[in-house]
């Protein structure tokens, strides 16, 4: 599961977890016997524990180094997942070796990496980068600069159905806009995530002609995650997917790449104007929207970076439906099979050993690429095809921002409409024996009713996301195929524990905090295979009678994902 340094809205939860305690270790130590498992379907095949333990195990050894992006040992990864899917009869889509190539661009600092002036009625204002701001390398050019007029645009949002315009009255043509992190408390989780995100909020100023923008830092994110912390992450490089033009896909082709500013500096922004920096914080702490207006001054905004290009491939299977005319609509399953690679820290210093760094990643994301690969086997050997065909895609870079998904959900191997559905399955939490599974995105489309059928069919029961402030829905994979109107859910075991003496809350905040993105994610005997076994079931299940319906999924009436972006199919 992605969480960036840099990406607001992504980074929270090791942070708002930081106060749980629970036992992770000696909860997994707990067995459990198939009398003790919630009764299941008998008539649906069984998944095999023992052939996932063997792909979780291979693909977290330290062998292949944590599996980052473009290197040998994510390629390791997805030699092996080709492998597997050819061993079950799976057909490529993309040639001979199931390999779907994406190209991208990974941009490093170069010269003097990023500067930030202002020019006011005093003079100029050289600012800092990592004291008084933060920037990434940009991938969009080598060297990039803009000079403007700058403008206080709010929040940066423009959401008329909720009765917010923060651009109304202003001009935004070649100047840079400045904006609030963040969005105001009326929108709703999910919604407001959509609006708050920097890649939204970047389309809407270029729309407004502006030329650049800088985001402020305000006391909600500063409590949430201080910007000296953030800081720290400015030497990583950043990476973006190529369209065939050599344009990022995720890039605004004309606008400078964002800055974020901390609150001292800003307040040198706003001197002059209107209304000061802490007089808008005000503002913010009563709930209330500010308007915005021009600032007296202007900016000059530059980076410099140099430019590798990588290719890391998405590994693709597909089991051909059975049906004359369904088995051209697609039922696509997602996991991503990269991680984080081998911390910094450990290069290099004196005695200490890499594999005390290697971030291994089992639960994220080997044990979801395990269970893909037992679903995908248990509808190989089922002995009757499903009506609808079935996608199996291990995708590359979700570590880097969802990125891999994003280019395989806007170039898939076959025509973008017929894909009806995506499940997708990202560090399923196989830490006990459960009674019941999270479908983040259930309440968005008719694939909830179906995943609540699928869990009552093997025992379980389909659960409410327990964490709605964590906006997971907008934070893993299936959200890229949300993205292009794909009706999408994302799976993970649920809190309850067949054990009474297991709480799930806390072995679940216990990994985030003990165990998430270090390198203690290991496959050792946090993971439970009786789980896992429970976990293909279900995710075979809701493929099977997604794949096997006479209607396709569907977006809920008046559904706001639905109604926005079902149009883009």
Not at 165 to 178: F, P, S
């Amino acid at each position: 599961m992605k969480i960036t340094a840099l990406t607001a809205g992504l980074v929270m939860a090791s942070a708002l977890l930081a106060g749980c305690n629970g036992d992770l270790k000696s909860q997994s130590l707990q067995p459990a016997s198939a009398t003790s498992l919630p009764p299941t379907n008998q008539s649906l095949p069984g998944a095999d524990s023992v052939r996932v333990r063997k792909d979780v195990e291979f693909l977290s050894a330290d062998a292949l180094a944590g599996r980052q992006t473009g290197s040998a040992g994510y390629q390791k990864a997805a030699d092996y997942v080709a492998a597997r899917f050819k061993a079950l009869g799976l057909e490529s889509v993309t040639g001979d070796d199931y390999f779907q190539a994406v190209p991208f661009r990974e941009a490093s600092w170069a010269g003097d990496r990023a500067t930030l002036v202002l020019h006011g009625r005093d003079g100029d204002i050289s600012l800092k980068l990592g004291e008084d701001f933060m920037a990434g390398p940009p991938t969009t050019a080598e060297n990039t600069a803009v000079t403007g007029e700058l403008v206080f645009v709010g929040y940066g949002i423009e959401a008329p159905e909720f009765g917010l315009d923060d651009y109304a009255g202003l001009d935004l043509n070649g100047k840079i806009a400045v904006m609030l992190d963040g969005r105001p408390p009326q929108l709703p989780n999910e919604v407001g995530a959509h609006y708050s995100s920097a890649r939204t909020k970047r389309k809407i100023a270029a729309a407004h002609g502006a030329a650049g923008s800088i985001t402020l830092n305000t006391p909600a994110r500063e409590a949430r995650r201080p910007f000296a912390r953030s800081a720290q992450y400015l030497a990583e490089p950043t990476f973006d997917w190529l369209n065939a033009d050599g344009m990022p896909g995720s890039a605004v082709a004309s606008m400078h790449p964002s800055m974020v500013l901390d609150m001292p500096a800003a307040k040198k922004l706003f001197a002059g104007a209107p209304r000061e920096l802490e007089a808008i914080f005000t503002e913010m702490e009563k709930g209330e929207t500010p308007k915005g207006f021009a600032l007296p001054a202007r900016a000059s905004l530059a980076s410099q970076s140099t430019h590798k290009q990588i290719q890391s491939p998405n590994v693709v299977g597909l089991l051909p439906g059975s049906d004359p005319k369904l088995k051209h609509e697609f039922v696509v399953f997602s996991a991503h099979l990269d991680h984080i690679g081998v911390s910094e820290e450990a290069q290099g210093k004196e005695g200490e050993s890499a594999h005390d760094k290697i971030n291994n990643g089992a639960q994220d994301n080997a044990a979801g690429i395990a269970v893909m690969l037992e679903v995908a086997r248990l509808f190989a050997e089922a002995g009757r095809a499903p009506r609808r065909s079935l996608l199996f895609v291990a995708v590359t870079a979700e570590e880097e921002g969802l990125l891999g998904s994003d280019y395989f959900a806007q170039h898939p191997p076959v025509a973008p409409a017929a894909m009806v559905a995506n499940i997708n399955l990202d560090m399923p939490m196989l830490l006990y024996p459960f009674q019941d599974v999270i479908a983040f995105g259930a309440e968005h489309s008719s694939l909830g009713k179906t995943a609540a059928n699928a869990a009552a069919s093997t025992g379980l029961k389909l659960s409410p996301d327990p964490m709605p402030e964590q906006v997971i829905f907008v934070r893993s994979d299936h959200y890229s195929f949300v993205r292009q109107g794909v009706p999408s859910i994302y799976l993970i075991t649920g809190r309850e524990a067949v054990d009474p003496k297991i709480s799930g809350t806390e072995a679940q905040e216990g990994f985030l905090k003990t165990r998430y993105h270090r390198p203690s994610d290991e496959a050792d005997t946090q993971i439970s295979y009786v789980a896992a076994k429970q976990f293909a079931d279900v995710n075979f299940a809701i493929a099977k009678e997604v794949a096997d319906a006479e209607q396709k999924p569907s977006w809920n009436a008046g559904d706001f994902f639905g109604d926005l972006y079902s149009g883009t199919k």
